[in-house]
């Protein structure tokens, strides 16, 4: 194994192994994993000792979170078969705080508590170095550290199967679930066993959301920006408000200057729209790469579909949601775009931009290269954008101009839209398949209603069914009333309850 440019965990790993107690040993010290290697190395640039270790307490944790809820009720049936199994059943959230844990193995539990893996604590690779759960969540993937893969030697006694946990609609990352053994143990079941956990807290998460579908998997899309067509939502409508434009303006300059932009704020807002944008109207001939990200186990594949364009004069890239790229993804596309700027010349470069939710949440390794942070407000900070957005998208969905009546138009404007652009794209996309005369009662009835609570399925249905009735022309609040089965007493509490807001025809 050539020492040069390994850390130094990975340079006194034979040495290391030499002095283990016999059995614990499980790597290969002349091949070690990619991801091993790269997370000691970040582990070393973190500063974390290789001897002992002293997780963050935190203390505060969130135990109201749909993800803890579901999780904590999915591993405590788990742990009834596991009761007599040496085994730690734990929930981290996305920064590794450990929430919660679960063990009828006392001895087990004491020496876990020796090392601090307990509730309250931070077990993230930033803290303890290379660790299960701390790699799942740096890289997005199932993940196994066993015995001397951990960075630091107290930790090599033990092993550790730890699985992301995204939200179902969102995609964002939750936490993940983590099962710790003696690394004496066999770990061969451990991480089918997580694997089963993580995904059945997943899918009651879904169950028990507003019964939305859920997010479809992350597919690695590369995709050309044509100049007749950016993205889904605003496209070539560049004649929006003042919060648009500014945001597009911004991210001009900073592109025409060399600089390497991120759009941030939040999903659906039009984040990857603003920068395409402004790509194209700095470099209206040279074509665009668009890259979202993939499901981590297709990384390297998807690295080769566009990294080579990287650097090419007549090539801007915009990589959208790095904040969901794993860790050694993230360090991959660093070095990368370094290269490429070593090699480009003075005036000809082509801009590189990224899109998250925050700059905050732009993984460490593409974060000193930013250079401008451009935000772009959420649509209900730029309600008069709704509008001339929704003509836009119905037009283009019809095929000609689709008329919206005022009451349409009122729902429209006085939506929140939490889903932001893409909700409101969705929306009109659906109602104007529909009709070339777009009314209240075409709309979805998310649109009508104001309520930011997750609801139940019968709650949603119950929603939809009031909404449905009360957007149909001439019906009369009494009719409504009749027609749902209840009083006209309980239809108005079921309107407060769902916040449910229906104009009527003229207002």
């Not at 040993?25 to 640039?45: E, F, K, N």
């Not at 539990?109 to 931070?122: C, E, I, Q, T, Y």
């Not at 969901?324 to 070095?335: C, G, K, Q």
Request: glycine share 8%.
């Amino acid at each position: 194994m050539a020492d040069l440019g390994l850390p130094e965990r990975a340079r006194r790993h034979r040495e290391l192994q030499r002095t283990l107690p016999g059995g614990l040993v499980s790597s290969d010290a002349d091949h070690l994993p990619g991801r091993l290697v790269a997370s000691w190395q970040r582990s070393q640039d973190y500063g974390v000792p290789l001897d002992d270790i002293e997780p963050s307490f935190v203390g505060t944790l969130n135990d109201e979170s749909l993800f803890f809820e579901c999780g904590r009720e999915v591993l405590a049936g788990l742990h009834q078969t596991l009761a007599n199994e040496p085994v730690s059943l734990m929930l981290t959230d996305a920064d590794g705080l450990v929430l919660n844990r679960m063990s009828g193995d006392s001895s087990l539990l004491r020496a876990l508590d020796k090392v601090h893996l307990a509730p309250g604590f931070a077990y993230a690779e930033r803290t303890v170095g290379t660790n299960g759960l701390g790699l799942a969540i740096a890289d997005r993937v199932p993940t196994v550290v066993r015995a001397d893969e951990h960075y630091a030697l107290s930790l090599c006694t033990y092993t550790c199967a730890a699985v992301p946990v995204l939200d179902p609609l969102t995609g964002q990352l939750e936490g993940c679930v983590n099962l710790t053994t003696w690394s004496t143990q066999s770990s061969d079941l451990l991480l089918a066993l997580a694997q089963s956990a993580a995904s059945n807290t997943s899918a009651l998460m879904l169950a028990r959301s507003r019964g939305q579908r859920p997010r479809p998997a992350q597919r690695g899309e590369v995709f050309r920006v044509e100049t007749p067509r950016l993205e889904p939502g605003s496209g070539t409508l560049a004649e929006l408000g003042p919060g648009w434009t500014d945001a597009v303006g911004r991210a001009r300059a900073a592109i025409a200057d060399g600089r390497i932009v991120a759009a941030v704020g939040e999903e659906g807002s039009g984040r990857a729209t603003a920068l395409a944008q402004a790509m194209r109207r700095e470099y209206p001939r040279e074509r665009i790469l668009a890259a979202s990200p993939p499901a981590p186990q297709d990384s390297e594949a998807w690295i080769g579909l566009w990294t080579p364009e990287l650097g090419k004069p007549d090539t801007g890239i915009l990589v959208r949601d790095v904040d969901r790229l794993p860790a050694w993804v993230a360090e991959h596309i660093r070095d990368l775009v370094l290269q490429a700027r070593v090699r480009s010349t003075a005036g000809t470069q082509v801009p590189f931009c990224v899109t998250a939710g925050s700059f905050e949440a732009i993984p460490a390794a593409l974060a000193p290269l930013v250079d401008t942070v451009v935000a772009v407000p959420a649509l209900r900070e730029r309600t008069e954008d709704v509008m001339p957005l929704a003509h836009h998208v119905a037009r283009r969905t019809r095929g000609r101009v689709v008329t919206v009546t005022p009451s349409a138009q009122t729902a429209l404007t006085g939506c929140g839209w939490p889903g932001n652009v893409r909700q409101l794209v969705d929306a009109v996309t659906q109602a104007a398949r529909r009709t070339d005369t777009l009314d209240v009662r075409h709309l979805p009835a998310d649109v009508l209603s104001g309520s930011t609570r997750r609801l139940t399925r019968i709650e949603a249905f119950e929603r939809d069914e009031i909404v449905r009735v009360l957007t149909r022309p001439g019906t009369s609040m009494q009719e409504a009333a009749v027609e749902l089965g209840m009083s006209r007493a309980t239809v108005y509490r079921k309107l407060a309850q769902y916040d449910i807001h229906v104009p009527r025809p003229g207002s």
